[in-house]
């Protein structure tokens, strides 16, 4: 007989209660999203991304074959070339998801980190935080609490988070000691007894193919084919995939072949997302972010090999959002900035857990426009 010994007060209390529990349920109701998909790509530039092909660097000494790169991307409007460069980027999700960063536009995407090289921008995805101890890409364990080992935590997401990358370095940005996080990167062998032949042939590939980029980074084809097998087989609900040869190309001064990294690994992109549209558990809840880790130069035109603090333009990055939760607004026009420490929030938020709350340390806000009101 409690409800009778309650007041009028305590009973105000009481339906402002089960108000609020019922709008915050709605709100999860409300959210389609159960399975994320991360793609990052090492270093590739804004520029590339929303212009296509730069003339000046096709003009520069880092193109050899001119009249071959020209036939392959040119096109006399940017919004062709990056239609001819990334044609999944800029035909799918530019029209039914967002793309920020075109400062052609005034809308800038960029690091909060000073440093503006790989560890240091994927500390900032995956933790939101853009620690300052995190100066190095050697491999030093990441002491700050990730969003995918947050996420491995939650109820239904135990054991169903997984990172495939190129390069080695994604143990220590992660934490696989302390996160228990699966991490297949370098040239990580998958070693689950009930790996099907695919994965374990992956295994075997992989050994034998030439190692052009050294031992502490595998050829991204591999990666995907890795992820790809493995979400068939295991289906994990959120999946990050580390791309790098972007990154190594621009290094190496081959600006062919950083253009044909790049279309190339929009069409991976493509192949995944159409593949999770057709595995059961998948259609309708699943989103994918694509981003960076850092920028690169631009001008002068050889500071396109390289980034860091050093290195003007070097923080101003992009990212791409496709999903059920996410309006589509494609490339976002307004005079915003965001900043990668916002990704994890977002990620986690898209999923309906509060990262922020429980990660430990700062962490940034959310991208509100993400997600649908
Ligand atoms: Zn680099």
Redesign the pocket.
């Given at each position: 007989m409690v409800a009778v010994c309650l007041n009028i007060n305590s009973m105000k209390k009481l339906f402002l209660l089960m108000l609020g529990a019922l709008s915050l349920n709605c709100v999860q109701a409300q959210r389609k999203t159960q399975n994320i998909i991360i793609v990052t790509l090492?270093?590739l530039r804004w520029q590339e991304v929303f212009r296509g092909a730069d003339s000046a660097l096709i003009a520069s000494k880092f193109t050899e074959d001119k009249d071959g790169v020209k036939k392959k991307y040119w096109a006399a409007s940017s919004a062709e070339r990056r239609k001819t460069l990334m044609p999944f980027l800029w035909s799918e999700i530019n029209k039914q998801g967002q793309i920020y960063g075109n400062r052609d536009l005034g809308n800038k995407d960029e690091v909060a980190n000073p440093y503006r090289?790989?560890y240091p921008g994927y500390n900032e995805i995956f933790t939101g935080f853009p620690d300052k101890r995190m100066n190095t890409n050697d491999p030093i364990t990441n002491p700050n609490m990730n969003v995918l080992e947050f996420i491995n935590k939650q109820k239904g997401y135990q054991g169903k988070v997984v990172a495939f990358a190129s390069w080695e370095r994604f143990p220590q940005i992660l934490n696989a000691k302390r996160s228990g996080l699966p991490i297949y990167s370098g040239y990580a062998d998958v070693k689950n007894a009930d790996a099907n032949e695919r994965i374990k042939y992956l295994n075997e590939l992989q050994d034998n193919v030439p190692h052009y980029l050294g031992d502490s980074t595998r050829l991204d084809f591999i990666s995907f084919e890795y992820t790809k097998e493995y979400i068939k087989q295991y289906k994990p609900k959120v999946v990050y995939l580390g791309f790098d040869e972007t990154?190594d190309m621009?290094?190496e001064g081959n600006y062919s072949a950083y253009l044909d990294r790049t279309r190339q690994e929009d069409g991976y992109i493509k192949a995944l997302w159409n593949m999770v549209q057709n595995t059961p558990g998948y259609k309708g809840n699943t989103t994918l972010l694509i981003t960076c880790d850092h920028g690169r130069g631009e001008q002068p035109v050889e500071t396109w090999r390289s980034?860091g603090e050093d290195v003007k333009g070097s923080e101003q990055t992009w990212f791409a959002v496709l999903g059920p939760d996410t309006p589509p607004t494609g490339e976002i026009t307004t005079a915003t900035t965001t900043y990668h420490k916002q990704l994890a929030q977002t990620i986690s938020l898209l999923l309906g857990f509060d990262f922020k709350k429980s990660a430990g340390h700062e962490v940034g806000d959310a991208i509100e426009t993400v997600i649908k009101k």
């Open positions: 090492d270093g090289f790989s990154d621009a290094h980034h």
